[in-house]
């Protein structure tokens, strides 16, 4: 089921939530037919509560998705940006943030669960969720046991929508300090072009050799982009 909606400006009555048939309104077609029955304007309106004196909650959450074109664009967004449509407060705003923060979270495996982690593949299930979604650049390293079972992580730096620095003697300190075994590289181009720059091939070569030295070798340097990734041990920049 799609349940992304498209809506101007005309579509949208001065209904309120109550002038809705019981079937139509959020909270009580989620109560008959579970949340999965819900639009994404629907499950939005749900968090938001309330809506304007000119549009009802549900038609609230639709110019909102309509202002950030859809739901992946919005999930990006902090709550400051969020304030741009009328009705959309403090309050609200912080809400959509937090719930947007809870649901990348469940994505990640909780800590404790120590996944495993050998193959680009599994190394993207873990970090997507924790990279896809950021409007700026972010850079992550992930500590592995002999065995590959993750151990943690940490965030080196953060950055702009194009950049970040990374100090290779940051990166090892925090391997050292974790007792890793090896590590794997992850940062994310908000961008959504999933292509290694000459910075990224540079960098991840010059760890490759702090790697070397001090016996914890990179395991592999992913790159996030939005629901693309590259590894680049598959480009065959380890060898």
Not at 163 to 174: G, Y
Not at 206 to 225: S, Y
Request: glycine share 6%.
């Amino acid at each position: 089921m799609n349940h992304q909606e498209s809506f101007s400006a005309e579509h949208f009555q001065n209904r309120t939530v109550k002038d809705m048939l019981p079937d139509e309104q959020p909270r009580e077609k989620l109560v008959r037919y579970g949340a999965e029955s819900l639009s994404d304007a629907e499950l939005l309106s749900i968090l938001l509560r309330t809506g304007t004196r000119k549009l009802n909650v549900v038609d609230t959450a639709r110019v909102l998705l309509n202002k950030f074109d859809g739901l992946h664009n919005l999930f990006r967004k902090n709550w400051k940006a969020l304030r741009v449509i009328p009705g959309i407060a403090d309050v609200k705003a912080i809400t959509l943030e937090a719930s947007f923060e809870i649901a990348r979270r469940i994505q990640v495996a909780a800590p404790g669960d120590y996944p495993q982690i050998t193959s680009p593949q599994e190394a993207a299930a873990f970090f997507g969720p924790k990279l896809r979604h950021l409007n700026h650049e972010v850079f992550l390293v992930a500590f592995l046991t002999p065995t590959k079972h993750l151990t943690g992580t940490q965030k080196i730096s953060s950055g702009g929508q194009t950049s970040t620095i990374v100090e290779p003697a940051a990166v090892m300190r925090e391997a050292i300090l974790n007792d890793a075994s090896s590590i794997i590289l992850a940062h994310n181009h908000p961008s959504g072009n999933a292509k290694a720059s000459t910075a990224d091939l540079h960098l991840t070569k010059r760890l490759i050799e702090c790697g070397k030295l001090l016996g914890i070798p990179i395991d592999d340097h992913l790159i996030i982009a939005g629901y693309k990734y590259v590894s680049l041990r598959e480009e065959g920049i380890f060898n």
